[in-house]
């Protein structure tokens, strides 16, 4: 690939000349393409981060400093978008999955006894989120509905990986109690 991009295109290209980066372009979307697919396994996903790629590429080439390679400064770039797009739709398919088992074995979205229990469902995770301080309830979204790993959610707070840890834990007692006192409640 590198090769046959020089200095001069490159140049060109981070001063905005479409050219040029056209060039660019032509001379890495298959390497770009074969290393997502090689991560992905999968041409559709291959495809859309290809294009997440160029789009990097474009919006960070003025960055890019000519003394490196831009082989290598490429491939990274791609091998990032691959890795979080995989991450993403992991994340997606987890939430699909969490979705599809609310509706239960038949999906049946319809079903008024189904809506009524999505609903009592739904205002009973809510009135149990409302009991939790802001941190607490913060954290057992990100972790319990959105489905982010400790780490992530560690790195979106600012916080440290014992600071969740600690916040989970203390959210998840105080919603296990109220809810038992709740089910006693009802009896």
């Known amino acids: 690939m590198g090769n046959e991009i020089t ?3 490159l140049l060109k ?3 905005g ?4 980066f056209e060039i660019i372009y032509r001379t890495c979307v298959n390497f770009v393409y074969n290393v997502a697919y090689r991560i992905l396994c999968n041409k559709e996903d291959a495809e ?3 294009q997440e790629v160029f789009l990097n590429v474009y919006h960070k080439l003025k960055g890019f400093r000519l003394e490196s390679s831009f082989k290598t400064w490429v491939y990274r770039i791609t091998v990032n978008c691959a890795i979080n797009y995989q991450k993403k739709m992991a994340r997606e398919r987890e939430r699909q999955k969490r979705y599809d088992d609310n509706l239960g074995p038949e999906g049946h979205v319809n079903d008024p006894g189904v809506a009524i229990n999505s609903e009592n469902r739904e205002r009973t995770i809510n009135a149990l989120l409302r ?3 802001p941190d607490q309830r913060t954290a057992i979204v990100l972790r319990n509905i959105e489905g982010l790993s400790y780490r992530e959610i ?3 707070l600012k916080v440290s990986i014992n600071t969740v840890r600690s916040r989970l834990k203390r959210a998840r007692e105080k919603m296990l109690v109220i809810r038992k006192e709740v089910i006693k409640n009802e009896m």
């Open 48 to 50: 859309e981060v290809t």
């Open 17 to 20: 000349d479409l050219d040029s």
């Open 13 to 15: 290209a981070q001063e």
């Open 131 to 133: 009991i939790l301080n």
């Open 154 to 156: 560690a790195d979106t």
């Open 7 to 9: 200095n001069d295109i």
